[in-house]
């Protein structure tokens, strides 16, 4: 299995971006402030499926689609490319365990293209559903410490998927910064 | 051809549309060298698209003709429903669709029944719900009349004859139904509407065909009955519009509007989670727009008096402004976009049926030995069949038209308004919600807004569904209060959802 690590920086901009999306009632008191940040390395498998269907009006066609399926979290989501790759290497940071196998990645993405195909198209006669190429990415995402805030307050901030949220919403990471005794 | 009549101008023009919806599920289907557009009907649209989408979806026969018309109507007053309504639903929205998206991603719901069984593990919500959704067919034969009264007035064949040639378009729509014709037609008429509600307010201020901009309008709608006029803040009497508390009511029961099975699906469509704030902020500004085409009935009763049947002052106002090339075109424009509503109301029903009814409920006690394969199978069969039984049903409920659209409309989408509040918006933003509260409600909801019909009698269907709203409400959040939450690990599972 290629990894690849996804590089990304954190700029004050998305700082305040997800103080914003996060505590949107108190931006205006600039009540937190950033005492320091870590760096998450998230890890997302992308499955390219491959979808073969016949319907009414039209036989043998076939296509290939792509799923990011989240390795923390049960989440897929369908996307139009891979992660931009502006550079790879060693990844400084926190690199969590992976919590689903290649296979179950296959799985999860066959079964998101089985409910649109399914649901979207009125007129399917047949069809097939293949997973290949699962690739792992790991991309590059911030935990913000705010200053005199616990740890449930702190913010996520992932620039791939333009997420921002307080640490209390995003457990899986949650859990690897109260494990972790990292230094800011 | 300046000769040619506003009628033959509509013939054409319709003639010209099914051609061009033809063209366009050919083009689809012959175009791409992936035949991805085909296959996936509806791809992952981005925010502008979706947009339009929504816009296009949410506003109907409804906001062209039934609106309108009560505006035709009751005068001045009416002026609140524009007001109001898009505030109402995209609060709605945004208090419920950012849950709904994201829990809907984690437990792969296919649609909202779906979607409320998993929040509350319930199968009596899902089953509940999509029954309650198939109060739907009212919406479906709101936009047969709405077509069916364009085609009486633009092209001049009786109204019976319309609702046939209605079901006859839309069976095309449905057959042709590939991805790219959606994408295109849904967009474009989205964009289209946009453009002759902006129209339609520009004209209205400048009192087109009157003396003095509105005010000429006002001073026309005075000189025909004093009481319409916008010096009248509310129409006294009136079972809509008659007081401060019953606009109130309407604000409230558009509150979980977008929870319609065939709106709050539109979530569902975004490519990303991170996309919605976007969707959010353009949704707002584009849905109030098009609340403005009720100024149209206003001018229309200027312009034209009080001897229409309220919902065609829409067309007649066309027929009487503008020259019957441009006039019959704006009434197929509306047509068409009538009519793709229906076409995605039909795929709603049919969706009820085929996934909450039977794959995600009774295909395992009526087909235990049924492959996986085989059960997707009869559910696509359940779906068609479906999809030809609202439409004839829809025909039937069409036959003889009721006076007010909106009302017709509002008889199916009250009930799943006063259904959904408890469960799916205060489910949706309030944690501490219980199964039992979410069961309570939902009944009451229902029960309730029932017997305002049918016990009570109140003509008010907005005024009845806030009233249920209110109802409902108070119900989920003093159950939910009284009963054992539900476990952590559950909403964990749906707040926050975490792989084990």
Redesign the interface.
């Not at chain 2, 991603?105 to 792969?108: I, V």
């Not at chain 2, 707040?495 to 084990?500: A, E, L, N, Q």
């Given at each position: 299995m290629k990894k690849t690590a996804v590089h990304a920086e954190l700029s004050d901009k998305q700082i305040r971006f997800g103080i914003k999306s996060a505590y949107p009632f108190r931006r205006f008191l600039n009540k937190y402030e950033k005492e320091g940040f870590l760096t998450f390395w998230y890890p997302w498998y992308y499955v390219s499926v491959t979808v073969q269907m016949d319907t009414y009006l039209k036989k043998g066609m076939a296509y290939k689609d792509l799923v990011a399926v989240d390795c923390l979290r049960p989440i897929r989501e369908r996307v139009t490319s891979y992660p931009e790759i502006h550079s790879s290497g060693v990844m400084k940071g926190i690199v969590p365990d992976l919590k689903i196998t290649e296979k179950d990645a296959d799985d999860e993405a066959i079964d998101l293209m089985k409910g649109i195909v399914l649901s979207r198209n009125k007129l399917l006669k047949d069809y097939e559903l293949s997973a290949d190429n699962c690739r792992l990415f790991y991309l590059k995402t911030f935990v913000v410490k705010l200053k005199n805030r616990p740890p449930q307050d702190w913010l996520y901030i992932d620039e791939h998927f333009q997420a921002a949220a307080k640490l209390s919403l995003r457990p899986e990471v949650l859990s690897y910064i109260q494990k972790e005794n990292v230094d800011y | 051809m300046d000769e040619l009549s506003i009628g033959a101008w509509a013939w054409f023009w319709l003639v010209f549309f099914i051609v061009g919806t033809l063209g366009i599920g050919v083009y689809a289907?012959t175009k791409?060298k992936?035949?991805?557009d085909?296959?996936?009907?509806?791809k992952?649209y981005g925010p502008y698209i979706l947009v339009l989408a929504l816009a296009s979806t949410i506003a109907s026969g409804a906001t062209f003709m039934g609106i309108p018309g009560l505006a035709y109507d009751k005068g001045f007053p009416a002026l609140w429903y524009p007001a109001i309504y898009p505030i109402g639903i995209y609060i709605g929205l945004i208090l419920s669709v950012q849950l709904i998206k994201r829990a809907g991603?984690?437990?792969?719901s296919?649609?909202l029944p779906e979607f409320l069984g998993q929040r509350f593990d319930s199968d009596f919500l899902r089953v509940g719900f999509a029954l309650l959704s198939l109060l739907l067919i009212y919406y479906v034969t709101a936009q047969v009349v709405a077509a069916a009264t364009a085609f009486e007035v633009m092209l001049g064949v009786d109204y019976q004859w319309g609702v046939i040639v209605t079901v006859i378009v839309i069976g095309i729509y449905?057959?042709i139904?590939?991805?790219h014709a959606d994408i295109l037609t849904d967009a474009f008429q989205g964009g289209l509407m946009l453009l002759i509600a902006l129209l339609i307010t520009v004209m209205f201020f400048l009192g087109t065909g009157t003396e003095g901009g509105a005010a000429g309008i006002n001073a026309a709608i005075g000189a025909q009955d004093a009481s319409l006029t916008w010096d009248n803040y509310f129409s006294a009497g009136d079972p809509i519009f008659g007081s401060l508390w019953l606009v109130i009511l309407m604000f409230i029961a558009h509150l979980p509007f977008a929870m319609n099975p065939h709106i709050g699906n539109k979530a569902f469509a975004l490519?990303?989670?991170?996309?919605l704030?976007k969707f959010l902020i353009m949704a707002i500004p584009i849905g109030s727009i098009l609340g403005f085409a009720v100024l149209g009935g206003l001018h229309a009763r200027a312009l034209i008096g009080p001897e229409l049947r309220p919902d065609a002052a829409i067309p007649a106002l066309f027929v009487e402004l503008f020259p019957p090339a441009l006039a019959g075109f704006l009434g197929i424009a509306i047509l068409s976009a009538i009519i793709s509503t229906a076409d995605g109301l039909f795929?709603s029903i049919a969706?009820i049926f085929s996934?909450d009814l039977y794959r995600k409920t009774f295909s395992h006690k009526i087909h235990p030995n049924k492959s996986q394969k085989e059960v997707?199978k009869t559910?696509?069969n359940i779906?068609r069949g479906a999809?030809i039984l609202t439409v004839f049903a829809a025909m039937w409920l069409a036959w003889n038209p009721p006076d007010f659209l909106a009302i017709l409309l509002w008889i199916g989408v009250g009930g799943i308004m006063s259904g959904a509040a408890g469960p799916l918006v205060i489910g949706s933003i309030w944690r501490r919600s219980t199964k039992a509260g979410a069961i309570s409600s939902f009944l009451v909801g229902v029960v309730s807004y029932a017997a305002m019909w049918l016990v009570i009698g109140w003509q008010n269907p907005f005024g009845a569904a806030g009233v249920c709203v209110i109802l409902a409400s108070v119900v989920m959040v003093v159950v939910s209060l009284v009963t054992e939450p539900m476990p952590e690990d559950k909403l964990?599972e749906i707040?926050?959802?975490?792989?084990?």
């Open positions: - | 289907m791409t992936t035949d991805e085909f296959a996936v009907a509806r992952s991603d984690a437990f792969r296919n649609s449905i057959t139904g590939g991805s490519k990303d989670s991170a996309q704030r795929v969706v996934n997707e559910a696509l779906s999809t964990n707040f926050s959802p975490v792989r084990k």
